[in-house]
């Protein structure tokens, strides 16, 4: 399959998968490998919402002629390589699972908070506009919304809030300028030691920092309020 067709494979992807709600963001691949082109892409602008990147930002292209996937929200390029060594096709309901940081970061934080949630599956409706504000209303409410440029900051303002404080943080990755996939890892000071969390994997997250744009952390300060209620079944 060459670019052009890889080009059409997409957009014919997006709008089976969106209805015509998501467009690319640019006609050339933002990355490239023996196996797939990697597009960018972008939720079509909506009135009266925020233009915020969706997280699932990009679609690989199979040159084999498969079916597109958005790759994983926790390992972009590691999972576009598990892709190029099995080749495997990727159907929406199985990669789905690779897709729910939402989900899993919201059981982390109601499991925290005494009460345990099962992570919800992916889901196309999950990336529309304001998912990011809907995210931080419903399960961190008055949480400061803060840009850090690295993990040192996110560390340095955890340990300010003191301990008790939650949060999640955006990890928003780029290629070739380009905004091209986001994960969510949840942030926790237990008694003074920031711990990192990726309800994805279960185990401590990996703070990664090669192709990070930038991290957009919301930190939510200890408090006596209610915890928040589980996602709906």
């Not at 059409?8 to 209805?19: F, V």
């Not at 892409?41 to 990147?53: E, K, L, S, T």
């Not at 679609?59 to 590691?78: E, N, R, T, Y």
């Not at 005494?114 to 992916?122: D, E, N, S």
Request: proline share 12%.
């Amino acid at each position: 399959m060459d670019q052009d067709n890889a080009r059409e494979a997409a957009l014919d992807w997006l709008r089976a998968t969106y209805g015509g709600l998501v467009e690319l963001r640019a006609d050339e691949p933002v990355a490239e490998d023996e196996a797939s082109r990697l597009f960018a892409c972008r939720a079509v602008p909506q009135p009266g919402y925020p233009g915020r990147p969706m997280l699932a930002a990009s679609v690989a292209v199979p040159k084999d002629g498969g079916g597109p996937f958005h790759p994983a929200s926790h390992d972009l390029w590691g999972d576009l390589a598990e892709f190029a060594r099995t080749r495997k096709p990727r159907p929406v309901e199985e990669q789905g699972r690779r897709l729910n940081a939402r989900g899993c970061v919201v059981a982390v934080e109601c499991g925290l908070a005494g009460t345990p949630a099962v992570p919800l599956p992916w889901s196309p409706a999950h990336e529309a506009p304001g998912w990011w504000d809907l995210l931080l209303r419903r399960y961190f409410p008055g949480a400061d919304r803060l840009t850090c440029a690295d993990w040192d900051e996110v560390i340095r303002a955890t340990q300010e809030s003191g301990p008790g404080t939650r949060g999640v943080v955006w990890i928003r990755r780029q290629a070739s300028g380009m905004e091209v996939s986001g994960h969510l890892v949840h942030v926790h000071n237990d008694d003074g030691k920031v711990v990192f969390l990726d309800g994805m994997t279960g185990r401590l997250a990996q703070l990664e920092t090669a192709g990070v744009r930038f991290l957009k952390y919301a930190r939510r300060p200890p408090s006596p309020a209610r915890p928040p209620p589980p996602p709906p079944p």
